[in-house]
């Protein structure tokens, strides 16, 4: 079976969970793993890897499987990962609840954390609560990068708190998206 249909199969299961109806493109996957240096050590946290384009895309930038460390909720996607990616940690859990689901699981603080999770099907509570979960468990100064299909940052902006930068849109991705880059100032 296909991405393309895994991902709708999923979607049609749980559209809240999946949030989209395919991957990200290629051009997409890059584009966030940009944001991360490989020269940095540390692992890395990737939240709602899918099906895994942006896995690809950080082990295609220098990342070493063994830095990353993947949340995915999906039972399904977690085998296919681990098939797809030896080496890289996949854990089955909740991406909202992320220090209880990596406790004792990370190396030490991440180079940064990468999300593909649909932000917009929960609260701006809980949204700022898991970004900020995410740079507790960061290196100082260390991104969380997101990536979205609205025109409006899928994380409340907080000045003095939450920092972000949004790239340009990224047109060969259907549809076309956007990433943010988070940062605490």
Known sequence: MNDEIRFLQSWFQ???????????????????????DPRIEGPVIELGPG??????ALLERGFAPERLFLIEYNRE?????????????VIQGDA?????????????????TISSLPLFTRSPQDRDRMVN??????????????FTYA?????????????????????????????WVYRRP
Request: glycine share 10%.
């Open 14 to 36: 749980n559209p809240l969970k999946t949030g989209a109806v395919s991957p990200s493109g290629r051009a997409l996957a890059r584009m966030m793993a940009s944001y991360l």
């Open 51 to 56: 099906t895994g384009p942006v896995t690809k």
């Open 77 to 89: 996607f977690c085998h296919l990962l681990r098939l797809r990616y030896p080496g890289v940690t």
């Open 96 to 112: 909202y609840e992320m220090r209880k689901t990596l406790a004792g699981k990370l190396p030490g603080p991440a180079v940064g």
């Open 133 to 146: 979960e995410a740079f507790d468990l960061c290196v100082d100064g260390g991104p969380f990068v997101q």
């Open 151 to 179: 025109v409006v940052s899928p994380v409340p902006l907080k000045p003095g708190t939450i920092e972000g930068k949004r790239s340009p849109r990224v047109w060969m991705n259907l549809p076309p998206a956007r990433v």
